[in-house]
């Protein structure tokens, strides 16, 4: 409902006799659910290891967030971005109040995964948001376009008429229970599970009035031009999505031809090529994963590093998370959410992150990594230095047992989808 702006406070000590760095976690489920407390996220490990303040936060979702009514009425010029704007308030609520629990309020990070990845990009390129975080972690969840007021008027238009409502109807909106709206909503926003983040869905939209602009397109933002920027994802996301299709696993080429085809259209015969030849032992059913984690979280993170790095001002860190943990055989390899258990210090459920040495030791390293960029905004640590991201190099963290810095991985891929 809308009644849900509340937030969670993890510290040390709470109280003003010392500042401690601030880390604002931003829940995933897209933008139109989650909630700031979940077990996997719980702040309180990363809180004592680190020496630090961890906020979460709930804010307003799927229609209540972002039903885009704004050209239908000026009542409702920020409807389209309502749940960003409760962000906003509760990174200014930190400001105002945070020294009280231990925290300092010139030094906050913003992070989050998946949807709350892309929450963290949209804050880059938010004026109000300027000035209320210093550094940004995007976690499988880039947000280079958001969306647009054309897309947006039309889920707005087509859920109006599958309420009865005409567009000069739209104030009775406000007398409906929310419910309906949502479930109106959520008809018409379902998405085919190989488009994009932000086709033909509910998100943040570039109205012109709140988000002036695509956050990375064409170019980076200049808004938050100078905040350090750690970003990436998990080597199989999609994966995840996938685990319920009967044929995953053992899918025929066929089968995967099917899926590029669907995905691609004319790329299609060339994008299967690629994937198999980088690929030549796997059962088809991880060129199609591969080929989807790509097309949906990996490459716009690699465009967004670069265009944010292309401003030589706040630094780019980027990584992709390779390990796969030692359950079902393995069988989704670095799924989407892998590192949350690791970098929060839960190692929970562990029947999705798995026990034992190598997830210690990996739980350790990612944690104090995200430690360590959040106290200096370089997440190097001892026997583990992670250099700055740029178009020459590549070099990017790829955390696995052990972790590495490679320069370019999967370059051949890259090349394909940069071409």
């Not at 010029?77 to 009280?100: C, F, K, R």
């Amino acid at each position: 409902s809308e009644e849900c702006l509340f937030l969670n406070v993890y510290t040390p000590q709470a109280s003003s006799q010392k500042k401690r760095p601030v880390m604002v976690w931003l829940h995933g489920g897209g933008f139109s659910m989650g909630s700031g407390y979940e077990a996997m996220s719980e702040g309180s490990e990363l809180s004592r290891r680190g020496d630090l303040v961890i906020v979460s936060l709930n804010h307003r979702l799927n229609a209540l967030g972002h039903l885009y009514l704004g050209d239908m009425h000026e009542d409702f010029a920020d409807s389209g971005n309502t749940g960003m704007l409760d962000i906003v308030l509760a990174l200014q609520w930190v400001q105002d109040n945070i020294e009280a629990f231990g925290g300092d309020p010139d030094n906050v990070t913003i992070f989050g995964e998946s949807g709350g990845g892309c929450k963290v990009g949209t804050l880059l390129g938010m004026p109000a948001a300027k000035g209320l975080f210093h550094k940004a972690i995007e976690q499988s969840g880039p947000a280079v376009n958001l969306v647009t007021k054309e897309d947006a008027n039309r889920i707005a238009e087509i859920t109006l008429k599958s309420l009865g409502l005409k567009k000069t109807e739209v104030h009775k909106l406000l007398s409906l229970d929310y419910k309906t709206i949502i479930n109106a909503a959520s008809s018409v926003k379902q998405r085919s599970p190989v488009q994009g983040l932000f086709d033909n869905t509910l998100a943040p939209v570039v109205d012109g009035r709140n988000i002036p602009a695509h956050p990375f397109a064409p170019e980076a933002t200049d808004i938050s031009r100078d905040v350090p920027l750690m970003i990436g994802s998990c080597k199989d996301e999609c994966t995840l999505f996938m685990a319920t299709d009967i044929a995953f696993g053992k899918m025929s080429i066929a089968d995967a031809r099917k899926h590029f085809d669907s995905a691609l259209g004319a790329r299609s015969e060339a994008a299967f090529e690629t994937y198999r030849r980088a690929m030549p032992d796997d059962d088809p059913t991880y060129w199609v994963s591969s080929m989807m984690t790509d097309l949906m979280f990996r490459n716009d993170s690699i465009v967004q590093a670069d265009r944010k790095s292309a401003q030589n001002a706040g630094p780019v860190f980027m990584y992709r998370v390779d390990y796969e943990p030692r359950v079902q055989d393995r069988k989704l390899r670095s799924p989407h959410g892998t590192e949350i258990p690791l970098i929060f210090g839960n190692k929970i459920p562990s029947g999705f992150i798995g026990e034992g040495e190598d997830v210690d030791t990996l739980s350790n390293i990612m944690m104090q990594a995200w430690i360590n960029f959040a106290h200096s905004g370089n997440p190097s640590q001892d026997n583990l230095a992670w250099p700055y991201y740029d178009t020459d190099k590549r070099q990017q963290m790829i955390f696995d047992a052990p972790s590495a810095v490679v320069v370019d991985p999967s370059r051949t891929i890259r090349e394909f989808w940069a071409s």
